[in-house]
């Protein structure tokens, strides 16, 4: 089973991750940082 974490905050914004899986990530258009599709907060990370 693979597990994805993301620390949203320290996201710049590159698009690189969108690039590489459009079905599992997506820009924000409120502050520009991507956002894991399907995935729960949980103390700071977002894990699918």
Same mark, same amino acid.
């Given at each position: 089973m693979i #597990?994805?974490?993301q620390q949203r905050d320290k996201c710049i914004g590159c698009n690189a991750c969108v690039e590489a899986a459009k079905y599992r990530? #997506?820009?924000? #258009?409120?502050d520009g940082k991507c956002t894991l599709v399907g995935a729960v907060q949980k103390k700071g990370f977002t894990i699918f």
């Open positions: #597990r994805i974490t990530w #997506r820009i924000s #258009r409120k």
